[in-house]
């Protein structure tokens, strides 16, 4: 109670504990619990007690939903300073006008059978490797050549509402790739929920999800990089990410090492099943990736918070997906590169907004690409595709992102990447003028020996 109390929004249901319940309450008005808390160095409950009429002493019994096994006075900082009248469940509270009283209460232990949930593991199509261990890191192969680290992983996740998964053989494939599989659910099921553990490849992923005529849209996560950060000023926007978090792993696996300090995740996700639906239809985004799905019997519907979960001084800001920005360079002239390797990897490519072309530069570095817009454009961020496609080897390590408004001017660093190993990169910053940018790769990939710049795309926007 030092905290508002959120509330949540439940269908109708018959429940078990009446139509009224409560943990405690007070049978005196003008004695009004005014804060209720876990002890911070006991497994006591704190409770705090005002008067109110301010008129004469009162007296109530502040009544628990156990029996209190021992009850003492306390001060504000929770140290013991007298003793406390109970009896069975009911706490005796004796107080002055206006005066405050803190009590320390310790419930019994009461042994609470809780019915098994019924659960039944959703048999799964596997067709990729996302797990790799350390002696086999190059059979991974996630995203780019990266992969979960099979070692930290367990053979099941047990998220924290009880739900169970079980993950596929680490030595095999273990992902399902959304291209818009149908999955059969059991015949006769008789389950009303399903959830899922997933994480997209790329950037955070919108998708729809399918279970027989209802659809429901998900955002599913990265599966690393930053689940929140701080916003600093003028540089980068501040976000925290909705979603549930199932899995942590603090490293990755290349082809070549581990990846210290890559956290990777997977994050679960639920939906209702449709009474008389027989089967669920994955999205066609092959940047999701899903790893378990666990088939539920809960007995009460899903409830849903009536107000903000927890409050924070985010603004509201565009989204960081950039897939539907317009890329200027596609209306820019290219004016200068470093080199080209052949016709088929010219760096005209690095811009046509294909996934299969790229420019490729086997000269010596640094490699550059240049562009005019004809004038001066507001830019706030650009997006940079490697090729970990053909390895994660192959990810640019080093590259900046230059501008200025005339030929005659220094090149200015608009944005750094240093010691990079992801393969596709979205980057903001600070709002700023330019005619003229450049692309310039000063090592090309994640070992210094190689030397050849491989961009599939390059935007700004």
């Given amino acids: 109670m030092n ?8 269908p109708k249901h018959a429940g078990k504990l009446g139509k009224e319940f409560a943990f405690v309450r007070s049978d005196n008005d003008q004695v009004v619990i005014k804060a209720l808390k876990k002890a911070e160095v006991s497994d006591e409950y704190v409770v705090r007690v005002y008067e109110t009429g301010g008129k004469e002493a ?33 706490l005796n509270v004796s107080i002055k006008p206006y005066n405050i009283q803190t009590f320390k209460v310790k419930l019994k232990k009461k042994d609470i059978v809780v019915p098994a949930m019924k659960y039944e593991y959703l048999p799964l199509t596997y067709d990729r490797k996302c797990f790799s261990w350390n002696e086999f890191r190059h059979e991974g192969n996630f995203e780019s050549g990266y992969s979960y680290a099979a070692e930290l992983l367990p053979d ?38 399903i959830y899922f553990l997933a994480a997209s490849t790329s950037t955070d992923a919108t998708a729809t999800f399918n279970i027989g005529n209802a659809a429901q849209e998900i955002t599913v996560p990265s599966y690393t990089g930053f689940i929140g950060q701080w916003g600093h000023l003028g540089h980068t926007e501040g976000f925290l990410k909705d979603a549930e978090i199932a899995y942590v792993g603090t490293h ?53 918070p009536a ?4 409050r924070t001084a985010l603004q509201a800001t565009e989204t960081a997906n950039t ?49 005019d817009f004809g ?87």
């Fill in 252 to 304: 990755r696996h290349s082809s070549q090492k581990d990846e210290a300090y890559e956290f990777t995740y997977m994050f679960k996700f639920g939906m209702d099943i449709p009474k008389g639906a027989t089967t669920i239809t994955l999205p066609d985004n092959p940047n999701i990736v899903v790893f378990a799905m666990t088939l539920v019997n809960e007995e009460y519907p899903s409830v849903t």
């Fill in 58 to 90: 009162q007296k109530a019994a502040i009544t628990f939903a156990g029996e209190i096994e021992n009850a003492v006075l306390a001060d504000g900082t929770e140290k013991t300073i007298g003793t406390a009248d109970f009896n069975k469940n009911q």
């Fill in 323 to 371: 897939s539907a920005k317009v890329n200027l360079l596609k209306e820019a002239k290219l004016i200068k590169c470093s080199g080209e390797v052949n016709k088929e990897e010219q760096a005209q490519f690095a811009i046509d907004g294909d996934l299969e072309t790229k420019w490729c530069d086997t000269s010596k570095a640094p490699n550059f690409i240049d562009f």
């Fill in 156 to 193: 099941s996740i047990l998220t924290a509402n009880g739900i169970s998964f079980r993950l596929g053989e680490k030595e095999v494939a273990n992902g399902v790739t959304c291209k818009g599989n149908v999955i059969q659910l059991p015949a006769g099921n008789t389950y009303n929920r």
């Fill in 3 to 10: 905290q508002p109390i959120k509330a949540f929004n439940s």
């Fill in 307 to 310: 107000s903000e979960l927890f």
């Fill in 375 to 461: 004038k001066e454009q507001e830019i706030r961020g650009w997006k940079l595709v490697n090729a970990g496609s053909e390895g994660s080897s192959f990810i640019t390590s080093d590259c900046f992102l230059q501008g200025r408004n005339n030929p005659n001017e220094e090149w200015k660093t608009i944005d750094a990447l240093i010691d990079n190993h992801k393969n596709t990169v979205i980057r903001q910053f600070k709002p700023a003028s330019y005619r003229y940018v450049r692309l310039l790769v000063t090592q090309s990939t994640q070992d210094n020996g190689l030397n050849a710049a491989r961009i599939y795309e390059l935007e700004v926007y």
